[in-house]
């Protein structure tokens, strides 16, 4: 029998779904990219975080409100550009987390 046709361990030891060895092997490595993508995308997301905390303490501590509608429809358009209808809620939830809900 090749490798490419090993059949997987059972579907009960094997959490990927695969259903050879080799497929397995290759979602397991793709798997561990996507864990390492998530936390810089996470680690991103928590500096943005920050630096938004701070442009609003500066703005409100001038007398200025916490929320730019203006710069927030940039922000909306720039994620829709980018990643079509689906970049809309994300950029909304990237800003509930930035500035809280409004
Ligand atoms: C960070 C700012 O303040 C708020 C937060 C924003 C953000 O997190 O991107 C955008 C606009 C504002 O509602 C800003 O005005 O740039």
Do not use: C, F, W
Request: glycine share 8%; net charge positive; hydrophobic share 40%.
């Amino acid at each position: 029998m090749t490798a490419s046709s090993t059949p997987a361990t059972s579907t009960a030891s094997n959490a990927t779904g695969a259903h050879s060895q080799e497929a397995t092997t290759v979602i397991e490595g793709a798997r561990g990219r996507i864990d390492s993508l998530d936390d810089r995308i996470i680690g991103l997301i928590q500096e943005r975080m920050a630096v938004s905390a701070a442009i609003q303490q500066a703005r409100m501590t001038s007398g200025g409100r916490r929320v730019n509608i203006a710069r927030e429809n940039e922000i909306l358009a720039r994620y829709s550009t980018a990643l079509g209808k689906p970049g809309a809620p994300l950029a909304l939830t990237l800003l509930e987390l930035s500035r809280g809900r409004i």
